[in-house]
């Protein structure tokens, strides 16, 4: 380890001035900062404790939708009533990550910006990794990679996102609230995670001393109709292999609209817009389920050792979707 600077900030304004500096970071719950920080992986010269910012509440918006502050726990998120009302998926995806210690110390920003945990990423004995040291190489190509990447990888880097939560709240287009040095930001889900290309040690679009102040949710279509499945080695806290989170408008058994969005399979969480719009217009039959599935992992580049996941997203899929459609 080596030495840093800790300041605990009064406010938000506080905060983004002390954490703009190069080599700073922002510290909530520090579920994920911490274990990196103590292994070597992080190595920042600063750390700046959000932890009392009034960031914290739940509330319903005029519009029908929700905002989730930033410094919300996990549990107060998956447990909050306006949430497992209307937005079960969430709440779901939320439940379905970690342990329950872990769950009321991590916060609904800090999942966001959770790093992968690509073995040979937290693992600074191994030399080669692009993400940790750019320009060193990707040890995962040609090593171990059963839990890697099928989609949307470089040669960089084939690292996955590992974050449940993530997976949902693009199924649900949600909205993250920003504040920065340069001012305040809101950014559409689907923009603020990135693909590896050739800079994969950027895992999103924040700028330096940008802090996430919540999480916007549009009203939704797919509350009655949403399922939130992980495909894992083991049956309790661990990472997804696949994960599924699947959301339907449905009308009298025609789907009006839908959301198909993968984990454990890309660098972001992978939307599946193609299959998404097979099954527009149509009602859920084998077939159509069986071609959305198909359509998911369209392009799909497995490394040696996970050609499984293919196969195991669509059955994923069709499985999630299937549960999605009989919830009344």
Avoid at 194 to 208: E, F, I, K, M, V
Avoid at 237 to 264: E, M, Q
Wanted: hydrophobic share 40%.
């Amino acid at each position: 380890m080596h030495s840093i600077f800790y300041d605990r900030a009064k406010d938000a304004d506080h905060a983004i001035r002390l954490a703009s500096e190069p080599g700073a970071k922002f510290i909530g719950g520090g579920t994920n900062l911490l274990d990196l920080y103590k292994s070597g992986v992080e190595k920042p010269l600063r750390l700046v404790d959000i932890s009392r910012l009034a960031l914290a509440d739940i509330d319903a918006l005029a519009d029908g939708g929700v905002r989730i502050g930033a410094l919300a726990s996990n549990s107060a998120a998956a447990n909050h009533p306006l949430l497992r009302q209307r937005y079960p998926l969430l709440a779901e995806a939320l439940l379905s990550g970690a342990s329950p210690q872990l769950r009321n110390m991590a916060t609904v920003g800090g999942n966001l910006l959770q790093r992968t945990r690509c073995y040979y990423f937290t693992d600074p004995a191994f030399a080669q990794c692009n993400k940790r040291a750019p320009g060193s190489g990707c040890a995962a190509k040609d090593g171990f990679n059963r839990i890697h990447a099928i989609l949307g990888a470089s040669e960089q880097c084939i690292a996955v996102n590992p974050s449940d939560m993530g997976i949902a709240l693009t199924a649900l287009d949600a909205v993250i609230q920003t504040k920065g040095p340069q001012g305040e930001r809101r950014i559409p889900i689907g923009e603020f995670y990135r693909l590896p290309g050739d800079t994969p040690q950027y895992d999103t679009n924040l700028a330096q001393g940008e802090l996430i102040t919540a999480v916007d949710l549009p009203p939704s279509p797919f509350g009655g109709h949403s399922h939130y499945l992980k495909v894992r080695d083991r049956a309790s806290y661990a990472f997804a292999l696949v994960s599924v989170a699947a959301a339907l408008d449905l009308h009298d058994g025609v789907v009006r609209d839908a959301r198909i969005v993968l984990g454990g399979v890309a660098h972001k969480p992978w939307r599946a817009v193609d299959a998404e719009s097979v099954l527009t217009g149509k009602p859920l039959t084998d077939d159509s389920l069986h071609t959305a599935a198909a359509a998911a992992v369209a392009g799909a580049r497995p490394c040696r050792h996970n050609q499984f996941k293919i196969e195991l997203a669509q059955r994923a899929v069709v499985r999630a979707l299937r549960i999605a459609g009989e919830k009344a």
